[in-house]
């Protein structure tokens, strides 16, 4: 009776071969895809970051703030909103002339006073700023405004990256809860 507990069987040349061959085509077929969509993926990662920060910087301040886009100048910015004090009138001769609406105060954005404040472009050169929808509005050649109040809801709003090559990602900002999400080619 002969134990084969000793004997050990390894791989075979013919199968190292094909695991390695397996493996080059995968990675050539793979890695002009990845390649391709490396710039976009890292301005997507940027724009995603800033959406988020927007929204945080809403909630923590309890007021509005708002992502601005600038799509002739491929631009974007953070900035919020300022009430101004309301215009008091004069109280009229008589209490049946008396208006007793509240005041309503203007308010204004500016933008925030950090470098997210300032007009910056995306760091690839190759990619840009397609179009902008917010709600039912698409923009590609103005300035786009996507709101956060301050309670944590969100405009609903879809930003599309190009590169050069014609390839895109969008960008999700969902109504409600201010999430934002980058949607997959199947869910455009």
Do not use: C
Request: charged share 25%; glycine share 10%.
């Amino acid at each position: 009776m002969s134990s084969s507990l000793g004997q050990s069987r390894g791989f075979t040349l013919l199968e190292i071969l094909v695991v390695v061959f397996l493996i080059g085509l995968m990675s050539t077929l793979l890695a002009p895809r990845v390649s391709l969509r490396s710039g976009l993926g890292s301005a997507t990662s940027v724009l995603v970051s800033e959406l988020r920060y927007t929204a945080q910087r809403a909630t923590a301040a309890g007021q509005v703030h708002r992502l601005a886009l600038d799509l002739p100048g491929q631009r974007f910015r953070i900035e919020s909103r300022v009430p101004k004090e309301p215009e008091l009138k004069p109280l009229p001769g008589s209490p049946g002339l008396l208006d007793l609406k509240p005041p309503v105060g203007l308010s204004a954005f500016e933008p925030i006073e950090t470098q997210q404040g300032q007009w910056r472009k995306l760091k690839e050169e190759d990619v840009f700023f397609d179009s902008v929808q917010v709600g039912d509005q698409e923009t590609t050649d103005d300035v786009a405004y996507i709101g956060f109040a301050g309670e944590g809801g969100a405009d609903p709003a879809e930003i599309r990256l190009i590169d050069q090559d014609g390839n895109s990602q969008a960008i999700r900002v969902i109504a409600f809860t201010g999430e934002v999400r980058v949607l997959e080619p199947a869910d455009e």
